[in-house]
């Protein structure tokens, strides 16, 4: 089945400075990768996600980066700012016989210092 | 619009009891799918609901189960509580449980067996 790694486990940047987490999937019939922000005693929060269909897709000061090739994907944060610290778990889908079942990276803290 | 909601959001139970869980989706959502959350080993797809069915099931035993009601209000059941059942269950819903989706998650609830 589909396998998830994502990299670092954490990740400490100063203010203003640029983050990247990067996650590789094994299967390559998974075709969403959504990125979620989860800050303490909360749920996760859908940030952004992308469609096998599309290279990259930006909002503002989060972006991410598929290579359907290599199987691998890429959260970018510019401009970080204290309210970014929090865990980030990437995703993607499963088998084609799994349903909307999403498979997890064990996920990223990051720490933003001002 | 309101987001998914989840009750109780804290539970405490001992080893051996059973518990139930609920979950109210987002209004027209008609998925409702489970995930339990645990540092050891992350976030886990347990099962998913559409239209009161499961179509899809993780790799749970049979301890856990669930079911959805016809205003796709969802509850999932432990029975037998093992210390491991500890852990934060999470639902998230979808539109259609379409494979490639956006999930929307609630807060979740902890569970904590002694």
């Known amino acids: 089945g589909e396998n998830v790694e994502q990299h670092p486990s954490t990740l400490s940047v100063q203010e203003g400075d640029s983050a990247v987490i990067k996650c590789t999937y094994s299967d390559s019939a998974s075709n969403y990768f959504p990125w979620y922000k989860q800050e303490l005693g909360k749920g996760p929060q859908l940030i952004i996600d992308?469609?096998?269909?599309?290279g990259e897709k930006k909002d503002q000061r989060i972006a991410v980066t598929l290579n359907k090739t290599a199987k691998h994907f890429s959260l970018h944060i510019t401009e970080t700012q204290p309210e970014d610290s929090a865990v980030y778990f990437c995703?993607?889908?499963?088998?084609?016989?799994?349903?909307?079942?999403?498979?997890f990276g064990k996920g990223t803290t990051l720490s933003v210092s001002s | 619009k309101a987001g998914v909601t989840q009750t109780p959001r804290y539970l405490i139970k001992t080893r051996g009891q059973q518990v139930t869980l609920s979950c109210s989706p987002i209004?027209?959502?008609?998925?409702v799918s489970w995930y339990q959350q645990t540092p050891g080993q992350g976030l886990q797809f347990l099962f998913e609901?559409?239209?009161?069915?499961?179509?899809n099931k993780g790799n749970f035993p049979g301890r856990f189960s669930g079911r959805q009601f016809s205003n796709s209000r969802s509850e999932m059941n432990v029975s037998t509580l093992e210390l491991g059942d500890s852990a934060l269950y999470l639902c998230?819903?979808?539109?259609?449980?379409?494979?490639?989706?956006?999930?929307?998650f609630g807060p979740g609830t902890r569970l904590l067996v002694l």
């Open positions: 998230a819903s979808s539109l259609e449980g379409r494979r490639a989706e956006t999930q929307y």
């Open positions: 609901y559409f239209s009161e069915t499961q179509r």
């Open positions: 209004s027209g959502h008609r998925s």
């Open positions: 995703a993607a889908t499963g088998s084609n016989q799994a349903g909307t079942a999403l498979i």
């Open positions: 992308i469609r096998s269909n599309v």
